[in-house]
């Protein structure tokens, strides 16, 4: 048997059966070329919002374990299909739920962290010549409860399972075709990163960009996964994030928003107090650090896509209750460049300032490993966007 490769299709790839059926083709192809494949599945088009509304329409308030076992079945319905589909192409096929295949996780209710794999039953079913068809977004907890992993969670679930196989690769297939410096929706002078770096991906992920969970990246990081992201209907081109930075990389790749943050600046002494709100709820900063006047700062943003806008208020209440009086607290969009330069190019910090002053002469701006972030009014972001996108995003080398 040849290499094993892991290929995740998420919703928009799925949308209906006959993109079904057309997924199922190009595994059918794969496996004829001797790969041991693995597929994990996102749920069809919109069917985990649509089971979220019919949550909601029954309970304001669901219970977050019920809704953990409503939102998962989802996938299992793209599964099950998916591996009908397979096999009618004369292609043996193995569908397994997360918890099926050993996605062990802790006990979070609707962001809960994959902390083990056991692929025992993936590994016995390739090695008896199948397909693996997963459902992504899942797993159980050492409870024994099914959890869902958050948003992008097919993203993580497939990561973790090429760690776990010693994958060759793990191909990530999505509505476009690759990575972009920027949302193309936004700035038309967006372009395709052909390489970029686990490092630079994070934080793009963390600043904004929606093609691949943050989650997901950080374990691809850990374990060394090769990621490439191409476009689930088959046009040119692709994006392989990796280990190393590809050479010529010493600039800015990529600007990212986030359009609803937080800032805090906050005496030092209750920075504990905050990080550990922020652990419970399972909510990683956007910045953490502490300011040349020693006062700490933080950033958090809700996730766009997170149909749970409750959550998010009530943790700024936590955090606005913890911090204390005489903190300062700004809202507004967090736009953010990302890339080697920050931090090691002497020129990038008054090009940045040069790019934002139109908008603002003294708006917050946030320096932490490879991101610089300002914070502005939410109706001025696109357009910070896209002076910064023009200012400083290094074009693709030759």
């Keep these: 048997m040849g290499a094993t490769i892991v290929k995740k299709f998420g919703g928009s790839s799925l949308r209906d059966t006959d993109r079904v059926t057309s997924v199922a083709k190009h595994i059918a192809k794969a496996h004829a070329s001797g790969q041991r494949v693995v597929v994990v599945v996102s749920a069809m088009g919109k069917t985990t919002d649509e089971l979220m509304r019919l949550a909601q329409e029954v309970s304001p308030h669901p219970d977050r374990r019920e809704l953990d076992m409503l939102l998962t079945a989802g996938e299992r319905i793209s599964m099950a299909l998916m591996a009908m589909a397979v096999r009618d192409l004369g292609v043996p096929a193995t569908s397994l739920t997360g918890s099926q295949c050993g996605i062990i996780t802790n006990d979070r209710p609707g962001a809960a962290r994959i902390v083990e794999v056991r692929p025992y039953r993936v590994e016995d079913a390739l090695n008896a010549g199948h397909v693996v068809i997963v459902a992504g977004f899942q797993g159980v907890s050492y409870r024994r409860e099914v959890t869902t992993l958050g948003r992008g969670g097919s993203d993580t679930t497939a990561v973790a399972l090429a760690a776990a196989l010693g994958a060759e690769a793990c191909e990530i297939y999505t ?166 330069g920050v931090g090691k190019d002497p020129t990038l910090a008054a090009r940045f300032d040069a790019a934002v002053l139109p908008f603002g002469a003294a708006l917050p701006q946030l320096s932490q490993g490879l991101t610089r972030s300002v914070l502005v009014r939410s109706e001025d972001a696109d357009a910070v966007a896209s002076a910064l996108h023009r200012a400083l995003v290094a074009p693709e080398p030759t």
């Design 175 to 340: 509505d476009i075709d690759g990575v972009y410096s920027a949302d193309p929706r936004v700035i038309v002078d967006a372009h395709r990163l052909s390489q970029v770096s686990h490092d630079e991906m994070l934080e793009l992920a963390r600043a904004g960009a929606k093609v691949l969970a943050e989650e997901a990246v950080a374990w691809a990081r850990i374990n060394r996964v090769a990621l490439f992201v191409r476009a689930s209907d088959g046009r040119p081109g692709e994006t392989l994030v990796r280990l190393d930075p590809p050479a010529g990389h010493t600039g800015v790749v990529g600007v990212g928003t986030r359009p609803d943050a937080r800032l805090w600046r906050y005496p030092r002494e209750r920075r504990a107090r905050v990080l550990a709100l922020l652990e419970r709820a399972g909510v990683a900063p956007l910045v953490d650090t502490v300011g040349p006047d020693e006062s700490a700062l933080l950033a958090i943003a809700r996730d766009v896509a997170d149909a749970v806008d409750a959550a998010f208020s009530s943790l700024c209440d936590a955090i606005e209750a913890a911090v204390g009086s005489s903190a300062e607290v700004k809202r507004g969009a967090l736009v953010s460049v990302v890339g080697t």
